[in-house]
């Protein structure tokens, strides 16, 4: 009798967390690179992404090879030499909305945020705090935000020699349409 | 017994919870669950599109334009009269251009034997990281045709199937075995090379192009198998090949069939490539 009671109480609970996922698997994430030499920018439309309304729990993976550039070589090197996606194949962010009281997500609107937690990149584990936007449109969230990722900070390092051609400073640009399930 | 129960499940708990915590903490997603590794096609398995002389598994890009500018020097058994041939040389210059992903063509001309040779390069398996496909596959035909008359002025023509794999990071194999025809008959050769990556923008390449059946002959003795060894230096939109080879030629009919340097006596030389991509067309058109 008290096994069963646990397995409803933890059944309920798994219940409970999955009750209002917004999520998408064709999120949008660009990044920038400005330098005087060369302006660089990749895209990438195949980010996975969720949210839960009821926790503000936020995640994000990307697979970094699905990044796409204007020149074929500056992808294979961003591959190779610099995001090393064999070791490395994935970029994630798990987190949360930390005023996630502030969204309603039951009204239309554009509500900003504060996102903390670990963004992982290039095997680098570093904790972050991101400033963004949910706006809810119906059934849809829509995340957007900008940010910098400095190289130094994941270990990705710039030779002297292609040095003025890679900002030390990438700006970062999200924006996923997650649907309610 | 009771007593006993309770402290056998205590120890259970207190030994599996930190591994259940752990486990949890690898997955780290709670929402989006747990997903196959993806797949993708396996790139840079050379740092260009040849080894050293041989193709390479690797194919110029659609909309790419790739330009080569090869140098071969004098033997270095020439002594130091002749700066060990650094005083002679024999170029080639060439470009390729990718049409569609996975077909490019290539045309060249070298000053050994004022050759002009052009050729198609088709990829037929691309390796992918999940090893459904195991194995990169490619296909080259290519024709050649001297402007010397004295040596006669016939199409000498290439088709070789090139196959290998990226096998770590660092280290990637190839085979090409390779059949020319025209000229005064048909050579069948077998090309093989590796490269091991030193550092992340320079890699070790060595080639072996072994011939099994020539034309007999006056015109076909004194001939080697071609070996070279070189390093590969990437910079930027520039690959620098630098190497010892004993083939004084650059077009498959002269480094394939007609290499006449022995290592043995000093008639290897060195040369370099210099290949620099442009991108022609933006490859948002291709995808």
């Known amino acids: ?181 | 017994m009771s007593s006993i129960k309770l402290r056998i499940l205590f120890i259970f708990t207190a030994v599996l919870s930190p591994a259940f915590l752990s486990a949890q903490q690898d997955s780290g997603f709670s929402l989006l669950g747990d997903e196959p590794a993806e797949s993708s096609k396996v790139e840079n398995t050379f740092k260009t599109t040849r080894v050293i002389n041989l193709q390479s598994l690797e194919l110029t890009d659609a909309g790419v334009m790739d330009v080569k500018i090869n140098h071969r020097f004098g033997a270095v058994g020439l002594g130091s009269y002749e700066a060990f041939g650094l005083d002679n040389a024999s170029v080639r210059i060439g470009a390729e251009y990718g049409i569609v992903p996975n077909l490019a063509v290539n045309i060249g001309r070298s000053s050994l034997g004022r050759m002009v040779d052009a050729g198609l390069k088709y990829r037929l398996m691309h390796q992918t990281s999940d090893n459904a496909r195991p194995l990169s596959l490619l296909i080259y035909g290519g024709a050649a045709r001297t402007a010397l008359t004295m040596m006669g002025s016939e199409f000498v023509y290439t088709a070789q199937l090139i196959a290998g794999r990226k096998e770590t990071d660092r280290f990637s194999w190839q085979i090409a075995p390779s059949l020319l025809s025209g000229g005064t008959g048909q050579v069948i050769a077998m090309g093989v090379g590796f490269r091991e990556k030193i550092t992340p923008r320079t890699t070790f390449n060595a080639e072996y192009i072994p011939v099994f059946s020539r034309p007999e002959g006056r015109g076909n003795t004194g001939f080697y198998n071609s070996f070279s060894v070189g390093l590969d230096v990437e910079t930027g939109g520039h690959v620098f090949q630098l190497h010892f080879t004993n083939s004084a030629g650059m077009a498959e009919p002269q480094f394939i069939a007609q290499t006449n340097g022995s290592w043995m006596s000093r008639g290897f030389r060195f040369g370099f490539n210099i290949s620099r991509v442009f991108t022609v067309v933006n490859p948002d058109k291709f995808r």
């Open chain 1, 1 to 181: 009798m008290k096994y069963f009671f646990c397995i409803i109480v933890v059944l309920g609970l798994l219940q409970h967390s999955e009750a209002q996922v917004y999520s998408t698997s064709s999120g949008t994430i660009k990044f920038f690179s400005k330098t005087t030499a060369e302006n660089i920018d990749a895209t990438n439309n195949q980010v996975k992404a969720a949210l839960d309304a009821k926790t503000g729990n936020i995640e994000f993976a990307v697979s970094v090879n699905s990044f796409l550039f204007k020149k074929a070589l500056m992808q294979k090197h961003f591959q190779e030499n610099y995001m090393e996606t064999i070791k490395f194949p994935k970029s994630t962010f798990i987190g949360s909305i930390t005023d996630n009281t502030a969204v309603n997500y039951g009204k239309d609107g554009t509500y900003p945020v504060s996102v903390k937690g670990k963004l992982t990149m290039h095997g680098v584990n570093r904790e972050v705090t991101i400033p963004g936007k949910v706006s809810i449109s119906s059934k849809k969230a829509l995340l957007s935000a900008d940010f910098n990722v400095l190289l130094e900070e994941y270990k990705i390092k710039v030779p002297a020699n292609n040095a003025s051609q890679i900002a030390k400073s990438i700006k970062v640009s999200v924006d996923c349409s997650l649907q309610k399930k």
